[in-house]
C-alpha cells in the first residue's frame, strides 16, 4: 500500500509538468513576437514591396489620367506621359510611333534621348524592327540583353544593340494604332514589374492620344473651309495679326491679294447654283498650286466668290508678280464649266497691296487698300491685276462690278 510521502512526491511532479507545458506554451508566442520585431519574415517583406509597387503605380496612374485630362496636343501629351513614365522606370531613350491610315507601316511620332542626337527618323513598315514586330503582334517586346535581338529597337539605322529595352503596342477597341518603346544602355535595367505597369497604362494613354488627336481634327476642321479646303476668314485675321506683330518687331514688309471671280453671278443664273459650287471648289487647289510653294504664300477663302492671299516676306513688285501667274492660271484653266460650255470664259480680278518700310497700317487698312485696288481692276476690264497706290480711291460706282462680301 502507497504512503502518503508517495502520493504527494507524485502530485509534486505532475504540477511541475504541467507548469512546464504552460511555461512552454507562453514562450512561444512570445518567441514569435520577438522574431517579427527583430527581422521581418519574407512574406511581409513581400507584402511590402507590393505595397510601395501599388502606391507607384496609382501615383502613375493619376499623374498620366491628369495630363490627358488638361492636354489637347497630341505631340505635347505624349511628350508629357514619356516625362511622367521615367520618373518611375529608368529608360535613357524613348519612341513613339503612330500606325499609318492605310495600315501599311509606322510614322514617327515622338523619340527622346541622346541615342537620337544626331538621328533622322523616318517611317517603317510593319515587321520591321522591334516598333514594327509590336504594330504587326499587338504583342510586348521585353529584352533583358538586346544583344541577343536581331533586328533594331528604335529605327534602322541604330548604332549597338547592347542594354534593355522594353515596347507595347497602343490599341483601341479595333486595331493597333501605335507602338511606344524604352531602352537603356545597361542590361537587366528593366523588370517585369516594369513591363506590367506599362501594359497596364497602355489603354489609358491609347484613349487620351485619340481623345487629343480627333480635338486636333476638329479644331483643324473648324479653320477650313469645306467648299475650297482653304483656310477660312477666321484665320485669316489670325495669320494677319500675327504678321503685323512681326512687322513691327522686324520691319519686313508683307503684301495681301484680293480675289474675286468676274461674273460669277452669270455662271449662276445660267447654269445654276451647283455650277456655281463647283467653280468655287475647284478654284481652291488651282489658287495653292498657282502660288509659291515654299509655304511663303498662304491663301484663304475671304466669302461668297473672293479669295485672299497673304505673302509674307514679299514686296509690292513681288506680289504683283505672284497675281500675275495666278491671273494667267485660272485664265488657261480648264473649268468643269468651260468644258459643258466652251464658250464660257472663266476670269478674275486682283487687287495687291502692301505693308513696307516704316509703314503701320492696320489690319482693316491692308485689307481696304486691297479691295479698292480690285474695285480698279473690275472697273478697268476685269481680268486684270491692280496695285494699291497712296491716294487711290474708290471707283465711281456706275464703273464698278458688285462682289460679295463675307
Known sequence: MPTRKGKKSKATKASKEARKKRADASAA?????????????????????????????????????????????????IKKIVTVINKEIPFEDATVYVVKKDMTGL?????????????????????????????????????????????????????GQSGSY?????????RVIGTMGFSNSRPRAFEVEDLDMIRTLAPLISAGFEKADLFKKTLELSRVDDLTGLLNYRVLM????????????????????????????????????????????????????????????????????????????????????????????????PFSVKLNHPEEKITISLGVSSMTGEQQKSITELINEADIALYHSKASGKNRVTCYSEGCGMPAASDQDTHGKP
Do not use: W
Not at 541622346?114 to 517586346?141: C, K, M, Q, Y
Open 29 to 77: 508566442p512570445r518567441a514569435r513576437r520577438t522574431a517579427r520585431t527583430s527581422s521581418p519574415t519574407s512574406a511581409e517583406r513581400d507584402y511590402k514591396a507590393l505595397f510601395q509597387r501599388k502606391l507607384t503605380e496609382n501615383h502613375l496612374f493619376y499623374e498620366v489620367g491628369r495630363i490627358i485630362a488638361s492636354e489637347t496636343e497630341p505631340f505635347d501629351l
Open 107 to 159: 510614322e514617327p511620332f515622338y523619340y527622346t534621348g541622346p541615342l537620337f542626337r544626331d538621328a533622322a527618323l523616318d517611317r517603317l513598315f510593319l515587321d520591321n524592327g522591334a516598333p514594327g514586330t509590336i504594330a504587326a503582334t499587338g504583342e510586348p517586346v521585353f529584352l533583358q540583353d538586346a544583344a541577343l535581338y536581331e533586328g533594331f529597337l528604335h529605327y534602322p539605322e541604330e548604332p
Open 166 to 174: 522594353l515596347g507595347i503596342a497602343l490599341k483601341n477597341e479595333s
Open 238 to 333: 489670325e495669320k494677319m495679326s500675327e504678321e503685323v506683330r512681326r512687322k513691327i518687331r522686324t520691319e519686313r514688309e508683307f503684301s495681301f491679294i484680293m480675289v474675286d471671280i468676274d461674273d460669277f453671278k452669270r455662271v449662276n443664273d445660267r447654269y445654276g447654283h451647283l455650277e456655281g459650287s463647283r467653280l468655287i471648289s475647284q478654284m481652291g487647289p488651282l489658287l495653292r498650286s498657282a502660288c509659291r510653294t515654299d509655304s511663303t504664300d498662304i491663301c484663304f477663302r475671304y466669302g461668297g466668290e473672293e479669295f485672299s492671299i497673304l505673302l509674307t516676306e514679299t514686296t509690292m513688285a513681288e506680289a504683283m508678280a505672284v497675281a500675275e501667274r495666278i491671273r494667267r492660271s485660272v485664265e488657261e484653266y
